[in-house]
């Protein structure tokens, strides 16, 4: 049997001389985060930047309280995410980069420098395997792949399609480079949405299959024949006209999102860090966040990710609910998972359960208070 992992947890009391910065380093060295040999090596800190109008995301001087850490260990750390799927603020790496400076992640404010994991389109990957149940391979975003220690920072929340956005969502489906994404969101071919098409010729020339033409109209038309759904064409797309096709099965993109999670952490260092802070019912993709469901808890760290969310899903339903919030029209009483409540097409409880199947960690773990 797995033994049980240690996750370490501090809550937001502060006072002269002690605030949460000085208690987020105390945690995380508590922790064991200075077991890691950083001497010279690259470190990815994978967080999420924030989508423009969503003020959920984590604040930049959390993310220099561990930059600086790092430093301090030698290492030599770079802020990163993969470019999203849908056409929004963080599609490309120019829209993305200006998104993360106006949200406060450059270097003046963090201490290290942001790249974009997977290039200027969402383009550049690198194949890790992982011959799990559904993939072979995994397209993990270049700079993470690249990256000899993997960090990953966490603004723990719910989310629509796995009910709750954790370590295991900010790693996997954010590591994915956007070919990736297409694969974990869907199991179907790529359309064209040709009232979107303006002919560009961008998918034209990735396509490697050469499974697109133009028609006589001039816009792009898929030959399915040809076409291996790999998903490149929604990867280039820059106005929103290749698309994913049907959405994948809750349970299924779960599972896919850990073996992505896996890829990305296979063969390296990592450890995690999630904030159990302003807790919105939604995916911070979105570009606005409703109000928190929950208080404000605190700020949890492990080596092992699964233990991870896991104590932060139960922290979150141990914890009272905020009159007014979502779980209020939601009908939520005491005593009920608060995930389930809002999410009711989701069993959250899928991706855990197949992380610890494929020995990505446990759900066992020993809550340890650092005060």
Not at 7 to 12: A, G, H, I, R
Not at 105 to 117: K, P
Not at 169 to 182: E, P, V
Not at 352 to 362: C, F, H, K, P, V
Request: glycine fraction near 10%.
């Amino acid at each position: 049997m797995r033994d049980s992992a240690k996750v370490y947890f501090t809550d937001l009391r502060a006072r002269s001389g002690r605030n949460l910065l000085d208690k987020l380093q105390e945690l995380v060295i508590k922790a064991g985060i200075k077991k890691i040999d950083f001497q010279d090596k690259f470190v990815a800190l994978k967080i999420h930047f924030g989508e423009p109008g969503n003020l959920a995301y984590l604040r930049p001087n959390y993310i220099a309280c561990v930059v600086k850490l790092i430093k301090e260990c030698g290492g030599k750390p770079f802020l990163t995410d993969a470019n999203t799927l849908y056409h929004g603020k963080r599609a490309n790496a120019i829209d993305h980069l200006n998104t993360a400076m106006e949200n406060g992640f450059n270097r003046i404010t963090v201490g290290c420098d942001v790249i974009i994991a997977d290039g200027l389109k969402g383009t550049e990957y690198y194949p890790v395997q992982v011959h799990k149940k559904h993939f072979r391979v995994a397209k993990i975003g270049l700079a993470i792949a690249n990256a000899d220690i993997i960090i990953s920072l966490t603004h723990f929340k719910g989310h629509e399609l796995t009910g709750f956005g954790g370590a295991l969502k900010n790693i996997g489906m954010g590591s994915g480079s956007r070919a990736g994404k297409m694969e974990m969101h869907s199991s179907s071919k790529p359309k064209i949405n040709l009232n979107k098409c303006t002919g560009c010729g961008q998918c034209v020339k990735n396509c490697a299959q050469e499974a697109i033409h133009f028609n006589r109209n001039k816009k792009a038309e898929i030959d399915y024949q040809k076409c291996v759904g790999c998903g490149q064409c929604v990867a280039v797309c820059q106005f929103g006209a290749a698309v994913a096709g049907p959405g994948e099965k809750n349970n299924i993109l779960q599972e896919k999102i850990v073996e992505y999670a896996y890829a990305s952490l296979k063969n390296k260092p990592h450890f995690h860090i999630s904030f159990i802070m302003n807790v919105s019912p939604y995916c911070d993709c979105w570009d606005y966040n409703d109000m928190a469901i929950i208080p404000d808890l605190g700020i949890l760290a492990s080596y092992d990710p699964v233990a991870l969310d896991r104590a932060c899903i139960d922290l979150v339903n141990q914890a009272p609910a905020i009159q007014g919030s979502v779980l209020e029209e939601r009908g939520f009483s005491t005593g009920k998972d608060k995930f389930s409540t809002i999410h009711r097409s989701t069993d959250w409880k899928v991706g855990l359960d197949y992380a610890e199947q494929i020995g990505l960690g446990t759900q066992k773990y020993d809550l340890i208070i650092v005060d």
